[in-house]
């Protein structure tokens, strides 16, 4: 039995060859179908954001153009007065951190049996509350005694007497004798309501500017 291949053209597997092809190009053909959705995709993107860019200068020049014209109607004294309120609505804010309350109980606890609180004016200044206090003593070292009260609670600085002269006591209308005066004097302080009790001042006296 002859077991020779006698033909010329020898056999091959040509469809696994074809199969391996097909694959190839399917892969081929989606790898460019998926570049080219990107493709197609970044350039949409890019076309849009270059639209909204347009769109945002346009806008900003026209707002500088607003404001170029804004500018030059506004009046300066409107601006001064504008300001003004400001300053006057910032002192109502810090007004209303202003503890009466506490102010009168540290002159409850200050205030010496001989001398008489007759007004207080607070006064909002950048570095805090400036009081101006006027007070009835039986004589000057009653007054010092206050001051000196105050000062020691550390809340109470730059003590100073204003004004200060004798008068007849209430419910005289004409002093007699020396006994029947007394002292009236207007203290001005800076008030620091945050600060507690600080340690004890020196004596104070009653000073003039």
Known sequence: MIRTNLSTRPFYNERSVQLILLAIAVVVVAFTAFNASRVLRYSRS????ATQASRDE??????????????????PRQIDFASADAREANDLIERRTFSWTDLFNRFETTLPDDVRITAVRPKVEKEGFVLTISVV???VDNANEFMENLEQTGAFRDLLSVEDR???REGLAQCENPQDQQLSSTLQALYLPEVGHAAGAGRVGIRRR
Do not use: E
């Open 46 to 49: 890019d076309t849009r954001l």
């Open 58 to 75: 346009a806008r900003a020049a026209d707002l500088r153009t607003q404001a170029a014209r804004l500018r030059a109607t506004v009046d």
């Open 137 to 139: 003593a039986r004589s």
């Open 166 to 168: 004798m008068v007849c």
